[in-house]
């Protein structure tokens, strides 16, 4: 057996008995594939151990392996708490309200390591936690994402400011007002200020890109929650005349009078709906004949 050609047949023995175990370890379960760093270091041995091993998993008996792996499962879920693609799985928010406090620390410290403005709604739970600790994360991360939205906030209006011609300002003021108006975080005064702010804007913008759909659109919304219902059905008749196959001019239009207590006018919106041709998309029509009341 000393010889180079023992050597080689039991080397060949061994990748055979390898080659074996690993088609076994992929239709029998994970803990065999975990068994395979003792079969493929321990030759003879490895084989041997790792059928006792797979006995004793059959008869449901936790080995050292299974425990191993059952714990590497554990540690990989908790890291991966965070992930965004893990979310569906592993609700925040569920674990905030229900689970101990170690778990909820857990996850704040894993919202607090990726981007916690993804999370916004997760810490403004997490402020009435009743675990102190969690509560002055959330808190305290809260005023770090208004400290940094203000900041934003005041960049892109300076730019704005300097140069309100300019599309790429324009924008960005749009979107970092909209951004900052639906955190929830502002107190009534302030975010009245910055409605009006955005109204003022989209105005402008309305002004040098007069077909600009996004401003239209977000110019109703905006002035049907500043109570400004008739200019929002002014802006709202001026995107059917643009767009007249397009079913969000139409259920703005609904929402205005629906907002503004007009069922007169709704009623004739309602009408319009059944005699236009409009291009609607599935949630589009049902959203329609839920407003229309059909």
């Known amino acids: 057996m000393n010889s180079p050609g023992g050597l080689l047949l039991l080397i060949i023995l061994h990748v055979s008995l390898c080659a074996v175990w690993f088609f076994m370890a992929k239709k029998t379960g994970k803990e065999l594939g975990v068994l395979m760093l003792v079969v493929l270091f321990l030759p003879v041995i490895g084989i041997v151990a790792a059928f006792l091993c797979t006995r004793l998993i059959k008869e449901n008996k936790e080995t050292p392996v299974a425990r191993m792996y059952r714990d590497v499962e554990k540690d990989i879920m908790t890291v991966n708490a965070g992930r ?3 979310d569906v799985v592993v609700p925040f928010d569920e674990v905030m309200l229900l689970s101990n406090d170690q778990s909820r620390r857990e996850v704040m410290m894993h919202i607090l390591r990726r981007d916690p403005f993804l999370y916004l709604e997760v810490l403004k739970a997490a402020k009435s936690s009743s675990d102190v600790e969690v509560t002055h994360y959330a808190t305290t991360t809260i005023i770090e994402i208004q400290r940094d939205l203000d900041i934003a906030m005041q960049t892109a209006g300076e ?22 108006i639906n ?23 309305l002004s040098i890109f007069p077909n600009s759909r996004s401003a239209h659109l977000l110019l109703i919304e905006n002035d049907i929650n500043l109570g400004r219902h008739e200019r929002a059905a002014e802006v709202a008749a001026d995107m059917r005349e643009k767009w007249p196959t397009d ?9 205005v009078y629906m907002a503004s207590g007009n069922p007169e006018k709704k009623a004739d919106i309602a009408l319009q709906i059944k005699n236009e041709i409009i291009h609607w ?13 059909d």
Do not use: P
């Not at 400011?161 to 970092?176: E, P």
């Not at 079913?247 to 929402?255: I, N, R, T, Y």
């Open 159 to 180: 730019a704005y400011s300097a140069d309100n011609d300019d599309i790429d300002s324009v924008n960005r003021y749009i979107n970092t007002l909209s951004s900052y």
């Open 84 to 86: 965004q693609e893990l």
């Open 281 to 293: 998309s599935r949630s589009g029509r049902e959203e329609a004949e839920f407003l229309c009341g």
């Open 247 to 255: 079913e969000a001019a139409w259920l703005k239009s609904l929402h």
């Open 183 to 205: 955190t929830g975080l502002l107190l009534e005064n302030r975010m009245l200020q910055l409605r009006n702010e955005l109204s003022d804007v989209l105005e402008h913008k």
